[in-house]
């Protein structure tokens, strides 16, 4: 199966923003749920947000309601992540993962090799 692939990551202050997108192949982008998910230094991987492309369901961690907001690009089969109010605590690396069921990890095979997103305060 072919990987999802992130971009966008980078170093921002607290307080700014940064969208990430997760690309995949039109097979990959349609098989269940896409979800961001990120992992810090010394903590487990985490659900972020995800999105079943099919309807347009979302999910959201509580620690990122509010500040972030996943959606869709069909015709790009392509997945964005819009983090706004960015706080050092958000500061990892962020992974697309493809083919799960909402924010449930251990649901997701297909995964992108992560793009790193840090926040200074």
């Known amino acids: 199966q072919v990987q999802p692939v992130e971009s966008g990551g980078g170093s921002v202050q607290a307080g700014g923003s940064l969208r990430l997108s997760c690309a995949a192949s039109?097979?990959?982008?349609?098989?269940?749920?896409i979800g961001w998910f990120r992992q810090a230094p010394g903590k487990e991987r985490e659900g972020v947000a995800a999105?079943?492309?099919?309807?347009?369901?979302?999910y959201y961690a509580d620690s990122v309601k509010g500040r972030f907001t996943i959606s869709q690009d069909n015709a790009k089969n392509t997945v964005y992540l819009q983090m706004n109010s960015l706080k050092p605590e958000d500061t990892a690396l962020y992974y697309c993962?493809?083919?799960?069921?909402?924010?449930?990890?251990?649901?997701?095979?297909?995964w992108g090799q992560g793009t790193q997103v840090t926040v200074s305060s």
């Open positions: 999105i079943y492309t099919g309807s347009g369901i979302t």
């Open positions: 039109r097979y990959t982008y349609s098989s269940n749920s």
């Open positions: 993962a493809a083919g799960g069921i909402g924010l449930s990890r251990r649901t997701y095979k297909n």
